[in-house]
């Protein structure tokens, strides 16, 4: 792990981070009733919404439990489509398990607001080391923006307390990557078994939505500018 994300007292802060990453729209009434998990239908396609991001104020939040991630067992990824000369279309995929954070319920079991998670982007990894290191140096910039952080503002289609069987429905929050803020909306598939939850999100963006520049290097002809990000995600109890 090549990173350190201190918790305030206050619980100011799952995500990506890191999505996933678990991971809406502006809040209506106190910040309380409005953290707990909608009683929905998910209407929300994973992706860039268009209402503006939350931007809580987390200082007041205050879960009855809280999961901790376990970086160990969980990972952030992302998965770009691009041309290559010689080869053709190719799925570039790059991976990090620098990923941590808290999920956050309130006392009837259902995902509070300002759960928090946060990936370091200085440790993404792919089958190519000049990917990589353009990546870092030009298209993401981690030295100046070297997190990718998530925080949930409200959940959708979650009608009652993860248990032992399976169940999706979707997260919305605020993401953040090369310093820009978006509301964007995941689709989550988690279960809880004991004091331990497992699952997966995964969103879509534009690499303009982020001012980030595509990156061209090497053997790359074309690239798509949609890119996919995926979380799986271990937490247990503190």
């Not at 106190?30 to 707990?36: C, D, H, I, N, V």
């Not at 959708?156 to 032992?164: K, N």
């Not at 598939?189 to 690499?207: E, Q, R």
Request: aromatic fraction near 8%; include cysteine.
């Amino acid at each position: 792990m090549t990173f350190r994300f201190s918790r305030p007292r206050n619980r100011g802060i799952w995500s990506l981070a890191l999505i996933v990453p678990l991971l809406a729209a502006a809040l209506g009434g106190s910040l309380w009733s409005s953290a707990s998990a909608q009683d929905a239908t998910p209407t929300a396609t994973p992706g860039v919404l268009a209402s503006p991001a939350a931007n809580l104020d987390c200082s007041t939040v205050s879960p009855t439990t809280d999961y901790a991630i376990d970086s160990a067992q969980s990972a952030v990824r992302y998965k770009a489509q691009e041309e290559l000369a010689g080869k053709g279309a190719n799925e570039a995929v790059g991976e990090t398990n620098a990923f941590i954070g808290d999920i956050y319920f309130d006392e009837s079991g259902k995902p509070l607001a300002c759960s928090r998670f946060d990936a370091d982007l200085r440790t993404l990894k792919s089958d190519e080391a000049r990917r990589d290191n353009f990546l870092y140096n030009n298209t993401l910039q981690t030295e100046q923006y070297p997190l990718a952080t998530f925080i949930l503002t409200s959940v959708e289609g979650l009608d009652q307390p993860l248990g032992a069987d399976e169940v999706t429905f979707t997260l919305i929050g605020d993401l953040t990557i090369h310093g820009v803020t978006k509301s964007v909306s995941w689709t989550a598939t988690t279960k809880l078994d004991g004091d331990t939850i497992t699952g997966n999100a995964w969103t879509t963006f534009n690499m303009a939505d982020f001012d980030i520049q595509p990156p061209k290097v090497g053997p790359v002809i074309s690239l798509d500018e949609t890119v996919k990000l995926e979380t799986d995600i271990t937490a247990k109890t503190k």
